[in-house]
Every structure is written in structure tokens, then in C-alpha cells.
């Protein structure tokens, strides 16, 4: 039989913890620092964020298990997105591949496939990103170098070959040509054989933290959404389990965010498509299910779980409350994660092997639903086949070693974790209502408001390493005078010259005719109204390439120049 409780019992418990932790403090903690100080100054996070000495239960005395923290699979998601979380599934095990011609991607594709990888990833060389083909005078000297090259559908369906796309799940980390990408993906698809219904993946499709941190952008940002909107109606129509954008803080994080920062404007981006897409006249839970989120692993443990947990409640609030959302699906929140790039360093490239194990062990316990691990070696050049697969290894040895992966959000409870979460939850509204105050994301990007404070925050975080009061081993503490040496990828002269004769050869050998009917085509819908996913995929199965679809968007919608910020 349950006892009822007083009314005023749980305050009267915070406040006798209080009154004792303050007892301690006066009578343990200030003495024994008068005797040994501190051995530091700066106890703050990675993002500069104060670290209290000691969490306890009045640290969290507003919480409420079943408002607060829930159970998995159920509103608010703090606990993770599906009730069974690693024990049905474990997370999916993707390292991102792309270098050279499509024949040397392909290789490396099978190559992790072989090794125990579950999903691929896909990196496209600068020129794709940028809407240029191979042999454009921007392209010299880039063609495959950070990332496969890919300039027709050609290209991509020998990315794909011996690749059924029907049983492998595929990111495709691509922004301003998303829809191109995502067109020839489709049409490699259905040259298998496949059922759009049936495959799945996700493309990245997220412009506005290209404004915001990466800056590969080609059109201005409204015409810009009108093509993300149009993907939206398109895939949720006939592609209903593709992820349609992968609304990325990684590459913000990359800039040099903080995490809450990092937070905040990744969950804003998100609520950004969601008004774009209602206001194009979208149902919100025919579209909002098939977003998902990619999220940075950066060096502080404690501080990337509560970032990740915090993410998921703040989404399905506003989903739920701001929006309107009637389907749970549109308020789970699922996100992929990659080890921070930008926390690898030249200096003792083994060291790099424990950050990202650290950091992927973060992102486990987070509750990701697929991860990347970087190779030790990508602050070099892109990774060799011995790196990659220590790098993968290293999920594969979490999953099946560690056990962490046999229990649910292990960390729920813990006063700290739960007051990091918290402060992270609180920090975000804060600059949603910011962001809401220029009138949306578009307009904070226009006016360089997350940009300014990535700036500043990124000068903050130098200049506590310039003073040593956070310490990098092997950069400004440990540093060892001798270089440590370690084999590294070099892409071959030869894959220009490849690239440029199947380029020329795939031009020879197409219906001109055909090239041109799609390209009007395309050209008139984007003068109207109309859905631009259907013509570009027209123009891709007719073997335009992706500077000839670009070109004639950049004629309708122009180019953006970003406006010089001081």
C-alpha cells in the first residue's frame, strides 16, 4: 500500500540538502582549498559554460520525471526516440567516404561494407557542392580532392554499383545541389530495379547553416528554400522514408560555436523549415517525420549528453506547442553524429584515436541514432583504409564491449547530466526568442546575427588556449619536439584526367536534344511555381550534368553574395 506523501515533503527535502551542502561548503570544501588550492583556474566546459563543484538533488528540484524526462519512445523524448533504443537496434555505423573518381569511392564503399560498416556516407569534391562540373576552370586542381567527383548520373551509378539500395541506408552530405544529388540517387534506384517506397537514407539538404558556418552556398536564401520545400512535398509523396534534410550543427560547431550555440541555431534552422514548409502549403506531420538532425561529438563528455538529450524535449515541445503537430513521429527528434574535425590535431595524430573514442562515446550515450567515427589521420588528408578501420572499429567495440549499449539513457538521474540538460534547454529558448525578434532564421542570417556570435565565440575559446587556461595535449601542453610520421592518402594526378575523359565521353554519347527539351523544362518551372523536384529529375535521367541544372537555376534565382561583416 503507497503511503501518501506531505504535500511539502519533497521541498522540505531540497531544502534540508541545500542547508547541508552548504554546512559542507563552509566546513569541508573552503578549508581544504585554503590549505591546497585549486589546481586550476578554469573549470568551464569545452563552450565556456561554468561547471558547478557539486551537483546535487536541489540542483534539480524544479525537475519532473514524467514532464521533464519521460520514457523512451514517448513524449518528451528526453530519454531517447524508441522505446526499445539499442537493444532492438544498434545505432547505424557510417564513416564518410568520397574521394577520387566514383570507381575509387566505390571501392572504399565496399571496402567498409566488408569491415562491418551498416550504412554509407557520402562526400562530394568541392566543385558538385558548388554546382560546377569537372572541367569548369573553378574545378582545376579540386577534382576529387575532398570528396568523390560526381558531375552526372553516370557517375553516380558506378558510385553504386554491386550496392543494392533497397538494403543499404545512404547519406549524402550535400547542400546548394541537394535536389540533383537526391534525383540521381532516385534514378540509380529505379535503374536497379527498386522501390522508392523502399529505400532509405538521408540527404542533407540544409542550407541555412551554410549561410550560418560552411558557406557553400550558390542562390540566394529564399529560392534556396523554395527548392528544400520542394523536396519536402516531393519525397513525402513518393519517397516517404528518405530523411528529407539533415538540419546540421556539426558544421556550425565546426566554426567555432559553443554547444549550446550549436544547440540553438541547429533547432532554430529546424523550426525555419517547418514555417517554410507549412507556408508552401505542407500538412506539418507530412513532412516534420521525415526530419532529422546532425549533431557535432566535441571533447566534453558531459557537456555533448545533455546537449543531445536536451535536443530531443526542446523539439518535441516546440513541435508539439508551437507548431501543432498531432503525430508523435513529428516530435522525435533523430539525429546522426560525427566526431568533431575540429578537434583533431597534427601534433600526436595517435591522440586523436582516444578523442574520438571519447567523443563517440558521448554521442552512444547521447542516444544517436548513427555515428561517425574521423579517422586519426584527417587532419592530414583524407583517410587511408588502416585508419578508417580503426575508426570504425572503434563504434564496433563500444557496441559489442563496452555494454553501454545494453541500457537506456544510463545517465538519467544524474544531477549533473540532468543540470546540464537543463541549462542547455534554458539557453536555447533564450536564443529563439533572439532569433525570433529579427523575425526568423532567414532574416538573423541576413542581418549576421549567429554568424557574429560564432565569431566571438570562437575568439573567446583561442584566446583561453593562447592563455593556457584550457590545455589541448600535444598543442600548448605534453608537446613532444619529435614528429610523429604516419602514412597518409594521396589522390593521383590521374583522377583529374580520368574524370574529364568519362565526363566527355557521357556529353558524346547522350540524346543532345533530350539535354536541351529538360533543361527548358526545368528553366519554366523554376519561372513559376511549380514543384522543381520532377524536371530535375527528368534532366539528370537524360544525363544533364550538374553545372548544366545549376546554371540554369543560378540564371532564374541568381547568386548570393555574402555581405562583408566587421
Excluded at 271 to 297: H, I, K, Q, T
Aim: hydrophobic fraction near 35%; aromatic fraction near 10%; glycine fraction near 6%.
Amino acid at each position: 500500500m503507497d503511503i501518501p506523501k506531505k504535500p511539502d515533503q519533497k521541498k522540505d527535502d531540497h531544502q534540508e540538502i541545500s542547508e547541508a551542502r552548504n554546512r559542507w561548503t563552509a566546513e569541508s570544501l573552503e578549508p581544504t582549498f585554503e590549505q591546497r588550492p585549486p589546481w586550476k583556474k578554469d573549470f568551464t566546459t569545452v563552450s565556456g559554460m561554468d561547471v558547478p563543484i557539486l551537483a546535487t538533488p536541489d540542483s534539480v528540484s524544479h525537475l519532473d520525471y514524467l514532464q521533464d524526462l519521460g520514457f523512451p519512445g514517448h513524449f518528451p523524448f528526453t530519454r531517447g526516440p524508441y522505446p526499445t533504443m539499442y537493444r532492438g537496434k544498434l545505432w547505424t555505423m557510417r564513416q564518410f567516404a568520397g574521394f577520387g573518381t566514383a570507381r575509387d569511392t566505390n571501392e572504399r564503399f565496399h571496402y567498409l561494407l566488408k569491415h562491418g560498416q551498416t550504412g554509407l556516407s557520402v562526400a562530394f569534391h568541392l566543385p558538385t557542392l558548388y554546382g560546377y562540373d569537372s572541367d569548369d576552370e573553378f574545378s582545376r586542381g579540386e577534382v576529387g580532392r575532398c570528396g568523390v567527383a560526381i558531375d552526372t548520373l553516370a557517375d553516380m551509378e558506378t558510385l553504386f554499383e554491386g550496392i543494392d539500395l533497397e538494403r543499404v541506408t545512404t547519406s549524402m552530405t550535400i547542400n546548394s545541389t541537394a535536389p540533383i544529388a537526391f534525383a540521381m540517387y532516385l534514378a540509380v534506384a529505379e535503374k536497379q530495379g527498386a522501390d522508392y517506397t523502399r529505400i532509405s537514407g538521408t540527404i542533407q539538404n540544409d542550407i541555412l547553416k551554410e549561410y550560418i558556418a560552411q558557406k557553400e552556398f550558390i542562390y540566394p536564401p529564399r529560392p534556396s528554400m523554395r527548392l528544400i520545400t520542394d523536396v519536402f512535398a516531393f519525397a513525402a509523396e513518393r519517397v516517404p522514408k528518405f530523411n528529407t534534410i539533415s538540419i546540421s550543427g556539426y558544421h556550425i560547431r565546426e566554426a567555432g560555436s559553443t554547444a549550446l550555440q550549436e544547440l540553438a541555431f541547429t533547432l532554430r534552422d529546424g523550426m525555419e523549415y517547418v514555417e517554410y514548409g507549412v507556408r508552401a502549403g505542407l500538412d506539418v506531420d507530412a513532412f516534420a517525420p521525415r526530419l532529422s538532425f546532425f549533431f557535432n561529438a566535441h571533447n566534453d563528455f558531459f557537456e555533448e549528453i545533455g546537449k543531445y538529450r536536451a535536443a530531443r524535449r526542446i523539439w518535441a515541445r516546440v513541435m508539439k506547442e508551437r507548431y501543432g503537430a498531432r503525430h508523435p513521429d513529428s516530435w522525435r527528434l533523430r539525429f546522426h553524429t560525427q566526431t568533431a574535425g575540429c578537434s583533431l590535431t597534427a601534433q600526436q595524430p595517435y591522440n586523436n584515436v582516444v578523442r574520438v573514442a571519447i567523443q563517440a562515446l558521448a554521442g552512444v550515450l547521447g542516444g544517436t541514432q548513427s555515428l561517425h567515427t574521423n579517422s586519426m589521420d584527417e587532419t592530414f588528408a583524407l583517410p587511408t583504409e588502416d585508419a578508417v578501420t580503426i575508426a570504425l572499429r572503434t563504434q564496433q567495440i563500444i557496441a559489442h564491449e563496452t555494454g553501454v549499449a545494453h541500457t537506456i539513457d544510463p545517465l538519467a538521474g544524474s544531477y549533473f547530466v540532468e543540470t546540464l540538460t537543463n541549462r542547455m534547454e534554458e539557453g536555447t529558448f533564450d536564443y529563439f526568442d533572439k532569433i525570433d525578434a529579427y523575425g526568423g532564421m532567414v532574416e538573423a542570417v541576413e542581418a549576421a546575427f549567429p554568424q557574429r556570435e560564432i565569431w566571438e565565440a570562437a575568439y573567446r575559446y583561442q584566446q583561453s588556449l593562447d592563455r593556457n587556461e584550457k590545455l589541448i595535449v600535444g598543442v600548448n601542453a605534453y608537446q613532444m619536439k619529435e614528429e610523429q610520421n604516419i602514412p597518409t592518402l594521396v589522390i593521383e594526378e590521374r583522377v583529374e584526367r580520368e574524370q574529364l575523359e568519362s565526363l566527355n565521353r557521357v556529353r558524346r554519347e547522350r540524346n543532345g536534344a533530350e539535354v536541351t527539351r529538360c533543361l527548358d523544362e526545368l528553366r519554366r518551372a523554376a519561372e513559376g511555381a511549380d514543384n522543381l523536384m520532377p524536371p530535375i529529375l527528368a534532366c539528370v535521367k537524360c544525363y544533364c550534368t550538374v553545372q548544366e541544372i545549376s546554371d540554369v537555376l543560378r540564371d532564374i534565382f541568381g547568386t548570393y553574395m555574402e555581405p562583408a561583416i566587421f
